[in-house]
């Protein structure tokens, strides 16, 4: 997709703080960090919602869990835990219409969700 933000950062057209890549997907540091370590996994190819993904790319789905395993490993919080969260849609909370996996650690993550409405 032409003017999508995170198919920019895949194809190297803007610059971002990658730490891990496969050949399916990459992995780079969230730009505004809620954690201590934040990182979003993504594929390469653009989809608009992990569900979606999976349904015509179960393989490409699996590997974003794949790497985002990789990189709590290599951020040293594997055994510590992490969180990670897909957000889908407008009361999900998506701001980019890029499958992306949120991984949250380093730290206590808080309660899963804020508030129920
Ligand atoms: P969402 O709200 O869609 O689940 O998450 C989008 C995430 O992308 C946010 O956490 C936001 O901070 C991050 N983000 C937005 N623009 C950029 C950018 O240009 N570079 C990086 N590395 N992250 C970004
Ligand atoms: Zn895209």
């Known amino acids: 997709m032409s003017d999508c933000l995170f198919c920019k950062i895949a194809s190297g057209e803007i610059p971002a ?3 891990a890549t496969s050949d399916t997907a990459l992995a ?6 809620r954690t201590r370590v934040h990182v979003l996994v993504v594929p390469r190819d653009h989809h608009e919602t992990l ?3 999976a349904a015509v790319d179960a393989q490409g789905a699996a590997d974003l869990f794949t790497l985002a395993g990789e990189v709590a490993a290599a951020e040293g919080i594997a ?3 992490y969180r990670l969260i897909s957000n889908v849609g ?3 909370g998506q701001e980019v219409g890029h499958v992306h996996v949120h991984l ?3 730290q206590r993550v808080g309660p899963m969700v804020a508030t129920r409405g």
């Open 90 to 92: 407008e009361d999900g």
């Open 51 to 53: 569900a979606g993904m």
């Open 17 to 19: 703080d990658v730490v």
């Open 104 to 106: 949250l650690g380093g």
């Open 79 to 81: 055994d510590t835990g």
């Open 28 to 33: 780079f540091r969230d730009i505004q960090p």
